[in-house]
């Protein structure tokens, strides 16, 4: 591989436009390391708000890495460190008065394997309100309402609240985990291959149902899917090897993608 | 042999196919399995034996065994009766080489008070007839153990005099009994209950009368006027011991009053009181329905009756609810200690050696002997922890009271023994719960110790109980260390009771497994006391399994309501 074809310091493809939406997530020369191995190579990018921005590109190429530093998730592991900064509105997570809970209140997460607390729909809904503190029984019923209803649920589930969520098909489930991550109404929603565990009707639902958050939140999708990337989102970023590749919008990247990496990629010639 | 040699040539094709066969199996290279099923066969068949040898014995001390009554030849040639139950029957073992092999009955004579010995073995060639009389009676006494009789005739409290042939002999008779049993209850009550209090509030008054004296910050005035009260209270007491003694002397002389007299079988004529009869039977007289009535009133004396005659009579209440209230306080003392330090060695301590090597430790802890756990709780517990506390809050009681074996420090002992299997136990569980739900509380904006808290210990929780199980299922049979911190073979009382402060953690206790081996082998009568050991041996097993069968109940029910994520 030639170094100097990506050279990382320059974000590839055109910078947002000054009249389009807002940058939520400016990713500021970002290094990453697990130990001794670096993950994440210089990293420049600006995620719009309300836009859905997709991160593809191979298996370790570094997407969830990234995509797990915007909510710091990844301080739980021991000897990571990381380089550079990332901001979102303009504060650095990493400022010592940020609080980690806090920043996780703001940015909520879906994982890719659908992981509904062993309790009652009604409880791991309102679960982020409960650990704030939050207990008034109207609040929590409204929240869990609006919750369920924007993860497109509330028909399926509104007679059994109580049952436990594990009684639930597994699509349903995942898209319980996105009622849990919005109760707390966060600005961005961070998505972890949220179908990778989900047959292709649930799939849809999801797709669907990130359509219509996306009005609400910011949303940061990994996916290996890129029909999914391409259907859903935005703007899409391709990574390989710990460093991002080409960052554009998803028609320009998918028609004409700018790096023959991408290219080679997204025709499936290597993977 | 020969058919065997023939079969096969009978039939030339079959043995080839079976070869072939049996290749095969050996190819797939599992011929050894029933090794394994072997091993589970046998563990099986000790495990069941066991308790069938245990339930069956156990349940059978309570059954009416029939009554014998023997003609047999003495040694001097004289033809002799004696009537009891037989316990068992083995074979002689004569000095005399040359002498027929024969049996020997071991028989139980009862009428200790009068003939001595209450055993005989009896040699099965000396017996000249048998037969099972109807009008033999058998009775429970306060003390000399059973005595087996037929009755003469019954002098009543008022004086009259019933013979045996009297038609209302026999409920004359039940009914002074009746009435002797309400009496002793009577008699319990004053002398253990009232006069008990009594006694109480004195050593109460004793204190208070040393207090007094040694506080200097009081003028004499004071003083006086102190010690007068105390000694007004004290005289008020002791006139109130003196009515409770006259009532209970008085009882007492009732008791005597009644004589019951009988003959025994070899036709000696004795008296004894009713006040120290306890039940008569005739089980020779017995239909299945009586025996079975005197079968459950026998289980309800047994567990729910003191024991008397040191232990090998009546019931183990105290020592059944001895062993539940000490396992019950050493799960209270170890369920939070273990899980507290497992929480810490799995969630939040840094996984290096040294974490490593305590938890080689803790494992290593569990094989500990257990004696040495109780000599660790003799000298931390009760001398250390205890001696201080007395030191600071008792110094003015007259012997040891935390200072001594007692309840808390035996369920603090064994709590320590049982420590490890719970912490195992529980990093194991915490350890199984999945990174994903962890993940997502963190998400949610959860503080560590939320997670573990809301979302981890729950989940956990199954796996913690089946830790507390395992460390129940110890600490109830563990005897050993007990002996040194607070077991005792007779408690005058519960741990549990009505006087306040109502849990007497200070106070001595009685436990099945060690009344298990006082029985078998500390007491002075070890064969009458055989039927006891194997009754109080299943008692304790049900104990066990219940507790444990009740923890698992509730473990199912918790993995049903945290089931975790299915897939």
Known sequence: MNEGTFSASAVPGPPPEASGPNTMI????????????????????????????????????????????????????????????????????????????????????????????????????????????????????????????????WDEVKDRLHDSAHGLSGGQQQRLCIARAIANRPQILLMDEPCAALDPIATLKIEELMLALKEEFTIVIVTHNMQ?????????AFMYMGRLIEYADTMQLFEAPNEKQTEAYITGRFS | ?????????????????????????????????????????LGIAMVVGLLLLIFCQGISVFWPR???????????????????????????????????????????????????????????????SQKRPEDLFIAERMGYGNAIFRPVSLSTTNGKTIAATDPAFRATLDKAILEANTRRSQI?????????????????????????????GLSQADRDARLKDINAKRDALKADYQKLATEASALRKEQDAALLTWKLPNGMERKQQVGELIAIHQPNAMGSLGKLGWFLGNV????????????????????IFGTFVMTLLMSLVVTPLGVIAAIYLREYAKQGLLVRAVRISVNNLAGVPSIVFGVFGLGFFVYMVGGTIDQLFFSNANGPTFGTGGILWAAATLALLTLPVVIVASE??????????????????????????????????????????????????????LMLVGVVKLAPSLPLDTTAPFIHADRKFMHLGFHIYDLGFQSPDSEAAKPMVFATTLLLIVLVVTMNLAAMKLRNHLRKKYAASTF
């Open chain 2, 1 to 41: 042999m020969e058919t065997l040699q023939k079969a096969p040539s009978a039939t030339q094709e079959p043995p080839v196919r079976s070869a072939a066969l049996s290749m095969r199996h050996s190819a797939i290279g599992e011929p050894k399995v029933w090794l394994t099923a072997l091993g589970l066969t």
């Open chain 1, 26 to 153: 400016e990713v500021d020369h970002f290094h990453f390391y697990y130990g001794a191995k670096q993950a994440i190579f210089d990293i420049n990018m600006d995620i719009p708000e309300g836009q859905i921005t997709a991160f593809i590109g191979p298996s370790g190429c570094g997407k969830s890495t990234l995509l797990r530093n915007l909510n710091r998730m990844n301080d739980l592991i021991d000897g990571v460190r990381h380089e550079g900064d990332i901001r979102i509105d303009g504060t650095s997570l990493y400022d010592p008065s940020v609080e980690v809970i806090s920043l996780r209140k703001r940015v909520g997460m879906v994982f890719q394997k659908y992981n509904p607390f062993p309790k009652t729909i009604y409880e791991n809904v309102i679960f982020s309100l409960r650990v704030a503190g939050r207990n008034k029984k109207s609040e929590l019923d409204e929240v869990v309402e609006t919750s369920l209803r924007g993860a497109a649920l």
């Open chain 2, 300 to 319: 309800w004396e047994f567990l729910t009756a003191e024991p008397r005659e040191s232990n090998t009579e009546g019931g183990i209440f105290p020592a």
């Open chain 1, 228 to 236: 999914q990337a391409r259907r859903c989102s935005d703007r899409t």
């Open chain 2, 188 to 216: 319990q009550s004053i002398e253990r209950g009232k006069i008990g209090k009594i006694n109480t509030g004195i050593t109460k008054l004793g204190l208070d009368e040393k207090l007094v004296n040694k506080d200097s």
């Open chain 2, 428 to 481: 194991e569980a915490l350890a199984s719960v999945p990174r994903g739900i962890r993940e997502a509380a963190l998400a949610c904006g959860a503080s560590k110790w939320q997670t573990i808290q809301r979302i981890v210990l729950p989940t956990a929780l199954p796996g913690i109980l089946t830790g507390v199980i395992l460390a129940m299922a110890r600490g109830a049979g563990e005897v050993a260390p």
């Open chain 2, 66 to 128: 029939p009554l014998l009554e023997l003609q047999m030849k003495g040694p001097d040639g004289k033809v002799e009766t004696v009537a009891g139950e037989v316990r068992k029957i083995q074979s002689h073992h004569s000095a005399d080489p040359n002498a027929k092999p024969s049996k020997e009955w071991l028989f139980y004579m009862g009428n200790k008070d009068a003939i001595g010995n209450a055993f005989r073995y009896i040699n099965e060639g000396d017996i000249v």
